[in-house]
């Protein structure tokens, strides 16, 4: 069953509220629930209106009951403030996405009102320069945040079935790499249904192989998007399959020939009748475990949704390996040449390069956002063309793992329902849900008692990582002159650092070196600016992978003293110099060079702490052995002095 509204009912409904409320007055917004805003409208010709919009499903006029009034939250508080008694002066919707628009004129300002409809999507009140007031979720798209005081991005767009020349029709169907429906579906505007709907019009099997339709098929196809996203035809209606309802429409579609149809007056009507009231109808039969089946068994569709994408998009980076291969490069010779990623993204930004209209972000971090044959892919400037498809295929089998759980969920779901699950009291200990790990704990890190990030490579692998995607010129770098140490990294956020940070981090950097394997006591190391750091070696040099180039004057700190800390502070295992640790976290352990290999010491420090924390569950979850092991330096260890 329909669960939200196609591009196509956006574009209707953009056109029935152009006639039906434009020019009219905006009224009091009210909030029912997380997701649903009700906006009372004062229209020219039919007096008062209730528009209801809720978020990622629809937006249509409605006789529904509205809520009571009481003090609104955050969101529709900021609406009145903005837009109440304002005139309707726009509704459109943004290319032919599932974003409407509503601009509100009042004193002489004008703000936008944006609803998403889009799974996950949401409603923002920009300003008359498109800047973020308010949102009524908070959002994080494609990793830049949604905020008051950001400007709000449009999600990039995809070909337009309505306006998509032959020829551009032609080169993408010949390499997508899917057979018809797909091709059209993933490339162009629109869902499955009308994937279905234009192969059917154009005759051709949808099953085909793209890449293998003649000049007559794609011309046939071609015709048939025209026909099928061009007809303004309106004749709202529920389709219903015996009775029961199963799509709702603006118009009439070809592959619902044969289907009952219950027709209504306006497409809002439709909408109220399909949405509203079969919700309510479900709310009123359904128990508990049926909702929670129902949440399952979509939670599993979207897992698997995604994994299917996550894989097509790493088998098209495969497939567009040279495209792929020469954004990267240019990025990747702009950071040799000392740019940070802010800087590259700037200059590439404002310059008329080709990659300008390729690119369409790139963060500090080197995450970039890149639209290549009509497709939007993530990219890592820091990684290779078979690394960043690796990323995904990673992702596919995230998303798969979730999948399976849910799938085993939903299994005991059903025999609780069924009543084949004997339902158990429970036990009376404590449950601690593992917390989701955070990007910087793949690395060495702590925060050092001043509050700064101090980041430290594991390996060769993790001490290019950290210089490709998280240094900054404006960062503090450490390193030792003996092997194997860590480019540790303090991060300034362009503040002044103070000297007992810096020390710290010195600490920590000879800690994790080859100098603890030695069993010294103390050993000298040196301080740069990020941008002192370079892969670029010197002409007729190599630099093996995790090494790098020191260029410019080091400030030394001499004779910085061994040892290193373990302790548990809010709920998660801490390490790094004691004086950052110690104030923080309970409890604690201090640690020297020794004569215990790591997991060893791991287990006599989980003993120690096992005797402080009497939540076992808690303390296995939160500090094993093996996590242990991770934050432990190489070579032989010992406890040198706790506080029990």
Not at 272 to 298: H, M, S, T, W, Y
């Amino acid at each position: 069953m329909k669960k939200a509204m196609s591009n196509v009912d956006v574009a209707a409904m953009a056109a029935e509220l152009s006639d039906r409320i434009l020019g009219g007055f905006m009224g009091k917004a009210y909030q029912q629930s997380s997701d649903k805003i009700w906006l009372s409208i004062q229209s020219p010709a039919e007096g008062r209106l209730d528009l209801l919009l809720v978020a990622g499903k629809r937006v249509n006029i409605t006789k529904a009951e509205r809520p009571a009034s009481k003090t609104p939250p955050q969101f529709p508080t900021m609406l009145r403030n903005r837009i109440t008694g304002g005139r309707i002066v726009e509704i459109l919707q943004h290319d032919l996405d599932r974003v409407l628009e509503i601009a509100v004129e009042r004193s002489g300002s004008r703000h936008y009102l944006v609803i998403e409809l889009f799974p996950k999507g949401s409603m923002i009140l920009l300003d008359e320069n498109r800047q973020i007031l308010s949102m009524l979720k908070k959002m994080v798209y494609r990793g830049s945040r949604m905020a008051a005081g950001e400007t709000y991005l449009y999600h990039p767009g995809q070909l337009d079935p309505r306006s998509i020349s032959r020829e551009e029709l032609s080169a993408w169907l010949a390499s997508a790499g899917q057979d018809l429906v797909r091709s059209i579906v993933r490339g162009l505007n629109m869902g499955g249904t009308y994937g279905e709907e234009v192969c059917l019009v154009a005759g051709v099997d949808k099953n085909k192989p793209a890449a293998d339709l003649d000049p007559g098929e794609i011309e046939k196809v071609h015709q048939a998007l025209r026909e099928v996203f061009l007809d303004q035809t309106l004749d709202p209606h529920i389709v219903l399959d015996k009775g029961e309802p199963v799509d709702v429409l603006s118009r009439p579609l070809k592959i619902y020939e044969g289907l009952e149809k219950k027709r209504f007056a306006t497409f809002s009507e439709a909408l109220d009748a399909f949405f509203v009231e079969k919700e309510g109808d479900e709310a009123e039969k359904k128990n508990p475990l049926d909702r929670r089946i129902d949440v399952q068994q979509r939670a599993i569709e979207d897992f698997e949704a995604q994994e299917k994408s996550f894989i097509g998009k790493g088998e098209l980076v495969y497939q567009i390996y040279g495209s792929v291969e020469q954004i990267l490069q240019v990025v990747e010779q702009a950071k040799a040449k000392g740019f940070s990623y802010n800087q590259i993204w700037e200059k590439i930004s404002g310059s008329g390069l080709p990659q300008a209209k390729t690119i369409l972000s790139l963060d500090g971090q080197g995450e970039m956002r890149v639209l290549l044959e009509g497709v939007e892919l993530e990219l890592h400037a820091g990684l290779t063309v078979p690394q960043n498809a690796q990323r995904y295929y990673e992702k596919a089998k995230e998303m798969a793992r979730k999948g399976s759980g849910a799938k085993e969920a939903l299994i005991i779901t059903k025999q609780l329902r069924a009543g084949k699950v004997a339902t158990k009291k429970p036990r009376a200990i404590s449950f601690y849900r593992r917390r989701k790990s955070k990007w910087y704990e793949r690395f060495r890190w702590f925060f050092s008692s001043d509050g700064f990030m101090v980041l430290g490579g594991r390996d060769a692998d993790g001490n290019e990582e950290i210089y490709t995607k998280y240094m900054e010129r404006r960062d503090l770098a450490l390193h030792t002159d003996a092997p194997g140490a860590p480019l540790t990294v303090i991060k300034t956020e362009g503040e002044p650092v103070p000297e007992s940070t810096l020390l710290e981090a010195a600490q920590f950097a000879v800690s994790y070196s080859s100098v603890w394997k030695g069993g010294l006591v103390a050993a000298d190391c040196y301080m740069i600016t990020g941008d002192q750091v370079s892969k670029t070696p010197e002409s007729g040099e190599f630099l093996k992978k995790g090494a790098f180039v020191i260029r410019g004057e080091r400030t030394y700190f001499k004779d910085t003293p061994l040892g290193l800390a373990l302790g548990i502070a809010d709920g998660v295992l801490v390490g790094g110099p004691l004086s950052a640790v110690k104030p923080k976290a309970d409890p604690v352990v201090e640690i020297e060079p020794g004569e215990l290999n790591a997991e060893d010491l791991a287990k006599k420090i989980y003993r120690q702490f096992s005797d402080k924390v009497e939540d076992r569950a808690f303390l296995k979850s939160v500090a094993s052995v093996d996590q242990m092991v991770q934050f432990l330096p190489p070579g032989g260890s010992r406890i040198k002095e706790s506080n029990f």
